[in-house]
């Protein structure tokens, strides 16, 4: 089954993103700039490597399988498979990545600490902590947008990532093909109808992974019946 967010849960998102920013702002302030650019760093290095890796491996390791008929298509449900799986590794990836570079971190923290350096480094470190939570919330709204979450993309909408998304426009726009695909196979693993829109992204999507417009066809037509 995909990840479902509960209804009431949705109401508490934009609470605890407004405590994680302080909270961030916070440790950041605490650990300095030196640290904070460390970890941006890092963080842009364990997605980088992440993203690379997790569709080779969402290939050879199916960790997540959902259960639905895809009418005698084995082509396309293999492409689903890999693209529901590629979430799952990307976060796994992502956390094995992170654990590993965090293994410089006292270096650079012991550098930070050095007489003269500390005021600066700690008052940029609270501005460049945010900077850091920012492309981690981004981050998250493009994996609420996989069809791993059945309605990820209604938690971005009815909460405070909605701003950050629109506000983040730019971003977004780069990326908006992939999440309206992402969008439209999680109403097609939900069971929910797809819209004309959903279809053409669904369309889109397979004829540019080599799927042929007749078991296209075969297969939208598959779900209408």
Do not use: H
């Not at 904070?36 to 399988?65: C, D, G, H, M, R």
């Not at 990532?161 to 971003?171: D, P």
Request: glycine share 6%; hydrophobic share 55%; aromatic share 16%.
């Amino acid at each position: 089954m995909n990840m479902t967010f509960e209804a009431s849960w949705i109401v508490w998102i934009t609470p605890v993103l407004i405590i994680w920013l302080a909270l961030t702002v916070f440790i950041g302030y605490k650990r300095g700039f030196l640290i904070q650019l460390y970890n941006l760093l890092a963080l842009f290095a364990a997605v980088v490597f992440a993203w690379i890796l997790s569709e080779p491996f969402a290939k050879v390791f199916t960790i997540f399988k959902p259960e639905f008929d895809f009418y005698n298509q084995p082509a396309i449900e293999q492409l689903v498979l890999t693209r529901v799986n590629s979430a799952i590794w990307f976060v796994i990836l992502y956390i094995a990545i992170s654990l590993v570079i965090m293994l410089g971190r006292p270096l650079v923290k012991a550098v930070g600490k050095i007489p003269g350096l500390k005021t600066v480094n700690s008052f940029f470190g609270a501005i460049f902590s945010v900077i850091g939570w920012y492309v981690t919330v981004l981050i998250l709204i493009l994996l609420l947008s996989t069809p791993f979450f059945s309605n990820g993309q209604t938690v971005v909408d009815e909460s405070g990532l909605k701003y950050i998304k629109e506000y983040s426009a730019v971003f977004f726009d780069y990326a908006s093909d992939r999440i309206e695909e992402n969008a439209a196979i999680q109403r097609l693993l939900s069971g929910e109808s797809l819209s004309l829109s959903d279809s053409a992204s669904i369309r889109t999507w397979l004829l540019s992974q080599g799927i042929s417009e007749e078991d296209i066809i075969k297969f939208l037509e598959g779900l209408n019946q």
